[in-house]
């Protein structure tokens, strides 16, 4: 690798959001797409038609390629690990969507692989970049909001029943892990404890109400942060018509309150409000999961270029979205224990 030469990606997994990451790696002047991996011989051949690059069904012919040094890894959930082993030990950083995992023991291999092979290990949670919450971001870091007392996240979302019919995967606990939690709520519950900090624990309720799958697809959990902060976390893809992802911060100083990833309320103690520039960054996934764009993926690409030539962590580390996924398996075990859950 030289500072010269664009870094080459490429992507295994060639569903939806394989073309999100395509479109961002292709869009920055310091990556290009070089190659992609599907599943079979005849996806292959489909994948390169579409993407335009070299395109394999076998992991070990596609990490041989040439300029290949970051992977992105767009499987489904529950197939994360085994690829980013093979990642690893051929020497590639590793950028994956989210979640990390579908459970800790996975995520620890996936995270110790990482680390044993020297690589750099970054994970998708774009809603990061947003302007909104940027700011929401520099008023807590900074102390306009004074102690945080409370956090909510709300991803009171909806989901047509094709969305899971369409797929094998989706809604099951070995593919997805869960469903509306982990694989929609995940990302504002990450925004959730990027601001309020580690969870302490949680009594959860999660249920399987509409959806025919095995997953859930409306819950509902109270947690209790490590610094004394209260929180709560709703979540569905029964939720119709489906309402904007809300993320409510409240401290003794003021509140800050995204919808949609937008400032929709920042009331602060002897300051003007002043909401960031109108941007429709990134948008809302709330009935359509596709009703996103590239460009906050981009960030993260960019963000990962940057790590690796001046060998810092990513934006997001594994460690961090391990966060997530521990909080939410928790709910998940509140709910079936019926009670409360201490998380480690």
Known sequence: MTQKRPLGFGIIGTGAIAGMHAAAINACEDSQLVAVCSSSSARAKEAAKKFEVPADADWQ???????????????????HLEPAIAAAKAGKHI??????EVNLDRADALIRACTDSGVKLGVIFQNRLKPGYLQLKEAVRSGKIGKLLMGTAAINWYRDPSYYSSSSWKGTKEGDGGAALINQGVHTIDLLLDIMGDAADVFGQVRTMVHAIEGE????AIVNFKNGALGTITGGTSLYPGNPERL????????????GGKVVVYAIKGEES???PESEIGGSGASDPMAIDYKLHQGQVKDMVEAIRNDRSPMVTGEDARRSLALILGIYRSSEENRKVHLD
Do not use: Q
Request: aromatic content about 4%.
């Open 248 to 259: 409510e911060i409240y401290g003794e100083k003021g509140t800050i309150i995204l919808e």
């Open 61 to 79: 012919a596609f990490l041989s390629r040439e300029g290949l040094d970051v992977v992105c890894i767009c499987t489904h959930s529950g197939n």
């Open 95 to 100: 950028l994956l969507e989210k979640p990390i």
């Open 217 to 220: 697809d409306t819950a509902a």
């Open 274 to 276: 002043v909401p960031p």
